[in-house]
């Protein structure tokens, strides 16, 4: 029997299908039993396998077994049970099949020092033992399947099952951002080689696919002249002299995790006396918590969930969120969101720390509906028509926080009157953002140089800032295409540092608009300067809003047609179709091995075209009838482009030739003997050190005058004299 399965069961795993009706038509005729497969290999608490033949008579045993000392293989089945640390089931599939089941009676889990418990694993292997399981009919088996069970105990971290995130440190004392992928507290995150709470054996199963890069803690190597690289041994003797101290957490991608300063906390005298704790409150807010009401409901506000809008959905502490709904409105609304009262709005909300706040409501009224109202399906007589009153349009939530605790929330809603024609497609605002203090928490885009990928921060001067120079950031644009594509519909996007792009917008224009080509040039200019409304560019990635050296003025140029054209009657010059961005940027330092880009220069230009309409393919609609519209495509596009370092003028055939005198192709560099007075040394004006240099040179020759060498020479030349 086992040469015919053998024969007719290749080890192939594309022919299993096959191998079982085989097997199973070979027990059905010969009323035999076999296991398929007959052999298991288990890494798992679970192993199961198929009893196919006459199963009405046929009990399972259970055994362990082993090989011979002398022959090295297992002896024959036996219909003797005996008693293992696995479990037994059996299950009847068909008439011919029986399904066999082996569980694991026992715990996988690793046994703590000086633990007495036997339901666990004394070592990290912690099953190795061969099983034999018998079809017996009577007390004679009929076939048997063996089973090589080889099982490792389970590591399960000592906290598991927390789900509490990491609490947000003091950051006024201490930044964010040693480790950023500690997400869990007091539980060792997975591939976060970092973190603390990790041991030794749970580094060990993931230490070769730790998280790269900063979010995974991992900072560029400290370089030469760090005082912390260089050894004793192989240190030469100027090294702690000219070495730089500088400590590791000190890096370009740090004022990405966390925006402000460290103070270091001052210790009082140790004979005041002890100050007391205050009680630590009992619900501190972490980020990404949900806030909660008084009565411990969730605060909630419309957002986005899995692309739906969800009209009670909890809010996130330290988490901003501007989302956008669209509601069709065939009746005026009566319930929440779009028809609330302020009151139902003032809602208490727990500050965190033990006490409550209450939500400040203001409302503003919406003249200009057109932001809100994009379309409607259907016209209706003026006596069908509803108005609805006060429906909310959009809700500004700001909520002001301090340590793990909220101070301040406000509401800004805005309300408006509705027509409603039918039906109307209404689209509301919802946002909350955060602000500490006074300051919103704006994300940089690098330290202190731009980082590739990061948008490119854009500011206009605050005028409603008492006059201060403040500068407010905004963004620069591009089209980004949604939808049908049409410049009405259209989203925007801000430009990436680095990255090249070009996008547009399609402008629907008729016969009627090309007879009024003033307005339609004024019309393509607006639409392409509200992409950019700023006036500054921010040099770094980290700008100064009070410091007007960190910006850059925003340099606008409008090119002219390339030929002179007049207006017809079908056709309009000088529209100004295409919007180019050209950002200059240089490579002005290295910080840990990481190059620093600063933005030089930012140009925004306008090609002209003529639009005229195209009648060809046979779609001669356009040109007859003046309502008939046609698709003009209105185009931005942004290029990025780096300013080699070597900008100095062309040397001159002295310079190339004579290398005596140049230090970077010469071992010796006369020219820094005096370095502190010449014009390679920047670390003050050049009139300042020229100053000192030469006071310097004063009192050494007053010094040589007036001591001993030069008091020598004077006597003995008096006494050559006498």
């Known amino acids: 029997m086992a040469n015919v399965v053998d024969m007719f069961c290749p080890s192939s795993i594309s022919r299993q299908v096959i191998c079982v009706l085989l097997l199973f038509s070979l027990a059905h005729t010969q009323n035999v039993v076999v296991f398929q497969p007959s052999f298991l290999t288990a890494n798992g608490p679970v192993v199961s396998a198929l009893l196919l033949g006459n199963t009405s008579d046929i009990s399972l045993r259970l055994r362990t077994v ?44 690793l046994c703590d020092e000086n633990e007495t418990d036997i339901d666990c694993c004394p070592k990290p292997l912690c099953v190795l033992e061969t099983l034999q399981v018998s079809a017996c009919v009577g007390g004679t088996p009929q076939a048997s399947l063996l089973i090589q069970a080889k099982i490792h105990a389970l590591l399960v971290p000592a906290n598991a099952g927390s789900d509490n995130k ?44 730790c998280l790269p890069g900063p979010f995974g803690g991992q900072v560029s190597p400290a370089p030469d002249y760090q005082c912390s690289v260089q050894s004793s041994e192989n240190s030469p003797d100027w090294f702690p002299f000219l070495c730089v101290s500088s400590s590791p957490e000190n890096n370009p991608y740090l004022g990405l995790f966390y925006h402000g300063d460290t103070i270091t906390p001052k210790p009082g005298p140790n004979f005041q006396s002890p100050m007391l704790s205050a009680p630590v409150p009992e619900n501190l807010y972490i980020e990404g918590s949900p806030i909660l009401t008084l009565n411990n409901q969730y605060f909630t506000i419309p957002q986005k969930v899995l692309g739906h809008c969800v009209n009670s959905a909890p809010v996130a502490f330290l988490k901003n969120f501007k989302v956008k709904c669209v509601t069709l409105l065939r009746t005026c609304p009566t319930g929440s969101p779009l028809q609330t009262l302020p009151m139902d709005l003032r809602n208490k909300v727990k500050t965190g720390q033990g006490g409550d706040v209450i939500v400040d409501v203001s409302d503003e009224v919406a003249t200009d509906l057109s932001q809100f109202i994009s379309s409607t399906d259907a016209v209706a007589s003026s006596d069908e028509r509803l108005v609805c009153e006060n429906v ?71 005028t409603l800032d008492n006059n201060t120079g403040s500068i407010q950031r905004m963004t620069i644009n591009l089209w980004k295409p949604v939808s049908d594509g049409l410049c009405s519909t259209n989203e925007r996007k801000p430009i990436l540092f680095g990255e090249n792009a070009t996008s547009g917008c399609l402008l629907p ?102 639009w005229a309409m195209d009648c060809g393919g046979g779609d001669v609609s356009p040109c007859v009838d003046p309502m008939e519209t046609q698709l003009f495509p209105i185009t931005s596009s942004v290029t990025f482009t780096d300013i080699p370092i070597n900008t100095g003028p062309p040397k001159t055939r002295f310079q190339i030739n004579f290398t005596e005198y140049d230090c970077s192709r010469n071992d010796v560099c006369w020219p820094e003997l005096a370095f502190p007075i010449t014009k390679y040394y920047t670390g003050e004006p050049y009139s300042q050190s020229l100053a000192k240099g030469l006071i310097l040179v004063f009192f050494f020759i007053t010094a040589s005058i007036l001591g001993t060498p030069w008091r020598q020479i004077r006597q003995a030349w008096n006494s050559a004299n006498l």
């Open 509 to 610: 224009i008729s016969r009627q608009n090309l007879t009024q080509c003033n307005l339609l040039r004024e019309t393509v200019t607006s639409l392409q300067a509200a992409l950019t409304t700023a006036t500054y560019v921010s040099k770094s990635g980290n700008p100064d809003p009070l410091t007007v050296t960190d910006w850059v003025n925003i340099n606008y140029v409008t090119l002219n047609s390339s030929t002179t054209m007049e207006d017809t009657t079908s056709s309009c010059y000088g529209i100004s179709s295409h919007q180019h961005i050209h950002v200059w940027s240089l490579i002005t330092s290295m910080v840990e091995g990481i190059p620093q880009r600063e933005i030089r220069a930012l140009q925004i230009s306008y090609s002209l075209s003529t």
């Open 392 to 462: 909310t349009l959009a809700m500004d939530y700001k909520f002001y926080w301090k340590g793990n605790g909220i101070t301040r929330i406000t509401l800004t809603r805005t309300v408006g009157t509705i027509t409603l024609n039918g039906g109307v497609m209404l689209t509301t605002r919802y946002s909350a953002v955060y602000l500490n203090g006074e300051i919103t928490d704006e994300p940089n885009s690098g330290n202190p140089g731009y980082q590739v990928g990061r948008p490119v921060i854009a500011g206009i001067v605050d």
């Open 66 to 109: 082993s090989p011979s000392n002398t022959t090295g293989s297992i002896g024959p089945p036996s219909c003797v049970a005996e008693e293992t640390q696995w479990l037994l089931t059996r299950e009847q599939v068909g008439k011919t099949a029986v399904r066999v089941l082996l569980r694991l009676d026992r715990s996988l889990r």
């Open 166 to 209: 990491t609490v947000i440190p003091n950051q006024v004392y201490q930044p964010l951002g040693p480790c950023p992928c500690d997400l869990t507290f007091r539980v060792c995150d997975v591939r976060c080689c970092c973190d603390k709470d990790c041991s030794i054996e749970d580094l060990k199963l993931f230490e070769s696919h």
